[in-house]
């Protein structure tokens, strides 16, 4: 339940993309209503209740602008990290949490960690129930008290390599032939039954007023959706006025498939085809050409970067600061990939900025002030667009804020004079983790209080994940790895001119 009015204060708080002193929200409902310090809110609203304190940093909450909610990582449930493509054939064998449970889990972790709101990729058990999973998955979101952008996804080509599925097959021993060719069959359902089913999705669940859920679509992957299911998707979403996300770039040999097939770049085969606008977001983004920041900013389209998991799959590093001066707008996903596994948005906040400083003496970087913004602004302009009002803390905007532990993140070895104004936000994303989480707001609810969650228990959570893994038979490891690597193998000493 929220509070009709409350007052939020803290010794220092992110406004207007500056650190100020003595920082104060008037909210009222889901809604801020002022911002002032706190002796002025006080004084005008004496029977409003307060919280907060000196010793606390007050942000707006954090956006997780890609993910998939899996609730535990990928190495735990069995699946080592590889090299994309491989690691990929591996996803179908592993054993599936139930939706609700999935979502609850993953939103525990998610506003443990900062974060008010996620993009959420969904990957089902088949696709044949990927729209009972989905109702399930919202419900577990909407138990966690967590905002989510929903884009259920359609691949129609390319399932298991990129153009030659033929070839690959014959050079697989002939006991793996068969089921590598059940493989490469396009999935059961056509382009307007996903469509329709989204739009079923979308009218039940759409939420434009409140903001808590929006519906999206995702033709998964430029090598995976052909032109008809991405345009089928971008006439749809600009149709219902939301958003299409969709894996774009994340690896060499996507770039590779797009100069073998169309000998030039993704990016300008969208912009041929009218699929790039606002409406879009791209995620992962590392292997763009020359000119692709220029033409994504044009066309205001936005990328959500993933840093640990672009590292964890050996896809690389995104030219983040490329896309941020051009006038990208980028926002942070944590692809539930995490270095650490522990979906900690605040380290991830801190290896996209270290991630975002090149070598070299001219070539610039990511500045403090842009990963702050990546992770708030921009990253819910990346999840939601830009007429929704979330990401600042500015009057009129929706509630959505995370109070850390300014004491705990300065030390105790540090007179009060430090660090220095201008320093503070670099001071932050060096030394500010999901342990330094006090509070977290979202739509006007305290969804978590002095680091407990207010919905979910968290030693029950962590019986109920441990009784569904327990009645799950481990798979046996996929079989393709080795010969998919050496299919890629060749993709690298064949690599097209790409200019």
């Not at 590598?180 to 079923?200: C, F, H, Y």
């Not at 302009?381 to 993140?409: E, H, M, S, Y």
Request: hydrophobic content about 40%.
């Amino acid at each position: 339940m929220t509070e009709s009015r409350q007052i939020v204060h803290a010794g220092l708080g992110l406004v207007d993309d500056e650190f100020q002193r003595d920082v104060a929200l008037l909210i009222e409902g889901a809604t801020i209503v002022e911002v002032s310090g706190r002796g002025a809110l006080v004084s005008q609203h004496p029977d409003v209740p307060v919280l907060g304190s000196d010793d606390l940093l007050l942000m707006p909450g954090f956006v997780n602008s890609h993910d998939h909610g899996r609730a535990l990582g990928t190495v735990t449930l069995g699946l080592p990290d590889d090299l994309l493509e491989v690691w990929l054939a591996g996803l179908g064998s592993l054993p599936r949490i139930p939706p609700r449970l999935a979502a609850e889990y993953e939103g525990w972790q998610l506003i443990r960690s900062g974060v008010t709101s996620v993009a959420h990729s969904h990957n089902p058990a088949s696709l044949a129930t990927m729209f009972e999973e989905v109702p399930q998955a919202l419900a577990g979101y909407r138990r966690a008290g967590l905002r989510v952008a929903m884009f259920p996804p359609l691949l129609d080509q390319n399932t298991l390599v990129y153009r030659d599925s033929e070839s690959f097959i014959a050079s697989l021993p002939a006991d793996l032939r068969d089921s590598a060719r059940a493989r490469a069959q396009r999935p059961g359902m056509g382009i307007q039954e996903w469509l329709d089913s989204l739009q079923s999705l979308h009218d039940r669940y759409h939420d434009a007023r409140n903001h808590r859920i929006h519906i999206q679509a995702s033709p998964v992957g430029g090598q995976w959706a052909s032109d008809s299911l991405i345009l089928g998707a971008t006439d749809w979403a600009r149709a219902n006025n939301t958003r299409v996300q969709m894996h774009m770039l994340e690896s060499p040999f996507q770039r590779d498939y797009a100069w073998r097939t169309w000998d030039h770049g993704f990016i300008e085969q969208l912009d041929r085809m009218s699929a790039l606008g606002d409406w879009l977001t791209l995620a992962h983004m590392i292997w763009s050409e020359a000119g692709d920041p220029a033409l994504l900013a044009a066309r205001d389209v936005s990328v959500a970067h993933n840093p640990s998991s672009n590292l964890r799959l050996r896809s690389g590093i995104a030219p983040t600061a490329r896309y941020c001066q051009a006038g990208v707008n980028v926002g942070i996903g944590m692809d539930g990939h995490t270095l650490d596994d522990d979906q900690d948005y605040l380290r991830e906040m801190r290896l996209a900025f270290t991630l975002g400083s090149r070598p070299g003496a001219g070539s610039g970087g990511l500045t403090p002030q842009d990963v702050l913004q990546m992770a708030t602004r921009r990253g819910a302009i990346a999840t939601f667009g830009r007429d929704v009002p979330l990401g600042a803390l500015k009057p009129g905007w929706l509630a959505d804020l995370v109070l850390l532990d300014w004491r705990a993140i300065r030390g105790e070895a540090l007179p009060a004079h430090f660090p220095a104004e201008n320093h503070m936000p670099e001071f932050l994303l060096r030394r500010a983790t999901r342990r330094h989480v006090r509070h977290v707001m979202v739509h006007g609810e305290w969804t978590l209080r002095d680091g407990h969650h207010t919905r979910l228990e968290e030693s029950g959570l962590h019986a109920a994940i441990r009784e569904a893994l327990e009645c799950i038979v481990p798979s046996t490891p996929h079989l393709l790895g080795q010969h998919l690597r050496r299919f890629y193998a060749a993709w690298d000493k064949d690599r097209p001119n790409a200019g």
